[in-house]
C-alpha cells in the first residue's frame, strides 16, 4: 500500500534536506507539546532553546507541524510562535493528518503523528518530553494512545522521559511488549515516570551510552522488525519531583478532569495544564527540564546512528 510521495506533499527546509543528504545527524521535535503541553510564552521558549541544544550538540533540529495544510519537516521562528499562541491549532495524531492536512489547517502533532512524518523525511530521532500510553480504566475507556500503535509500525527511535502516571504505566509497558517495541532505560534499571525517575517498574532493558542506543537502532532495523524504539531518560535527580508528591497532584487532576466530563484527546493536555496550576509552575519548570536532558541524549543518538 506504499505509494511515491507527491513532491509537494512534505515541506522540508533546505537545512533539514541538506543535512539528510549528507548524512548529518537529524533529530526530530514534536509540536504538540507546544501548542497543547504548555503555556504561552514558556512553550516557544522551550521550543527554541532545545534547537539550540540540538544544535550545540552537533545535530540539526528538525521541529515538525502541519501549517496551513503543508506536513513541514523544520520550522522558522515565526512558525514556532504560531503554534506556541495561535488559539487556532489543531491536536493532530495520525488519525487527524488527512483531514488538517485536507482542510489547510494548522496541527500540532502528536509523538504518533511526528513519528510518521519524520520516517516519510528518512528521521529516524526524534526528541521529545513523555509520551502518550493506555490511560487509567482504559478497561472501560479504550482510551490507549495511538504513539503506542505508531511505535509499533514505524522505524523511529523515540528520546523520552518515561511515561506520567497519568497514565497506567504497568500496561503501557505491557502493550508495548505485546506490540515488539523495545524499551531501554538510559543509565536506569527502573523505568522512569516523567517527573520522577522511579515509576516501581523495572526497565524491560537498561543501556547506559548513546552508542548502545544506536546499536539497538540498528540491530532492530537491520533484522527487518518494524516499529520504534522508546528510550526513556530519567529526568536528573535535581529536577525530579518525587512520585510519592506528585501522585497525590496527579490523582487530583484526575478526580478534576472526571468531574468535568474531559475526555479523549483533551485528556491530556487538561491534565498537563491542571498539575502545572496545582503545583504552581513546578511541574512545568520540571517538564523543561527533561526536555532539555532529552536533547542532549537525542542529539548523541543521532550522531552515534549517523556514524555506524
Ligand atoms: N505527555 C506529555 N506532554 C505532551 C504529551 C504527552 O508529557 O505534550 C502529548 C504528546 O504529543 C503525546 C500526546 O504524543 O500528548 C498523547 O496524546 P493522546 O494521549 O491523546 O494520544
Ligand atoms: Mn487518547
Redesign the pocket.
Known amino acids: 500500500m506504499t505509494r511515491p510521495l507527491p513532491a509537494d506533499m512534505l515541506r522540508v527546509t533546505d537545512e533539514v534536506a541538506a543535512a539528510l543528504a549528507d548524512g548529518t545527524p537529524v533529530v526530530a521535535l ?4 507546544i501548542s ?3 503555556p504561552y510564552p514558556q512553550n516557544v521558549a522551550m521550543a527554541v532553546e532545545v534547537e539550540g541544544i540540538i544544535r550545540e550538540h552537533g545535530a540539526v533540529p528538525a521541529t515538525i507541524a502541519v501549517l496551513d495544510g503543508c506536513p513541514k519537516i523544520g520550522l522558522s521562528p515565526d512558525d514556532l510562535e504560531l503554534l506556541a499562541s495561535h488559539g487556532d491549532v489543531a ?1 493532530v ?1 495520525v488519525r487527524d493528518l488527512p483531514f488538517v492536512v485536507a482542510r489547510g489547517a494548522h496541527g ?7 513519528m510518521r512524518l519524520a520516517a516519510l523525511a528518512g528521521i529516524r530521532t526524534f526528541v ?6 493506555v ?1 487509567r480504566g482504559a478497561q472501560q475507556t479504550f ?1 490507549v ?3 503506542l500503535t505508531e511505535l509499533g509500525t514505524t522505524d523511529v527511535a523515540v528520546i523520552c ?1 518515561g511515561v ?1 502516571s ?2 497506567d504505566i504497568g500496561l503501557t509497558l505491557e502493550t508495548l511488549e505485546t506490540l515488539g517495541v523495545p524499551v531501554l532505560a538510559f543509565g536506569s534499571d527502573e523505568f522512569p515516570s ?1 517527573y520522577s525517575r522511579s515509576s516501581g517498574h523495572a526497565a524491560p532493558m537498561r543501556v547506559d551510552t548513546a552508542a548502545e542506543v544506536a546499536g539497538v537502532m540498528r540491530a532492530k532495523w537491520d533484522l527487518g522488525i518494524d516499529g520504534g524504539i522508546v528510550i526513556a531518560n530519567p529526568i536528573p535527580a535535581e529536577d525530579e519531583i518525587p512520585a510519592d508528591e506528585i501522585g497525590v497532584i496527579i490523582d487530583q487532576a484526575l478526580a478534576d478532569m472526571d468531574s468535568l466530563g474531559i475526555h ?6 487538561y491534565l ?1 495544564g491542571r498539575i502545572v496550576e496545582i503545583t504552581g509552575g513546578a511541574s512545568l519548570t520540571a ?1 523543561i527540564a527533561l526536555v532539555r536532558h532529552n536533547a542532549r541524549l537525542g542529539a548523541a543518538v543521532a550522531r552515534e546512528y549517523a556514524a555506524l
Open positions: 514534536e509540536s504538540t507539546i497543547h503541553g504548555m491536536k495524531s500540532a502533532t502528536t509523538v504518533a503523528a511526528t521529545t518530553g513523555g509520551l502518550g500510553g490511560h482510551d494512545s495511538a504513539d522521559a506520567k497519568i497514565l516523567f479523549g484527546k483533551d485528556a491530556t493536555p498537563l517538564n
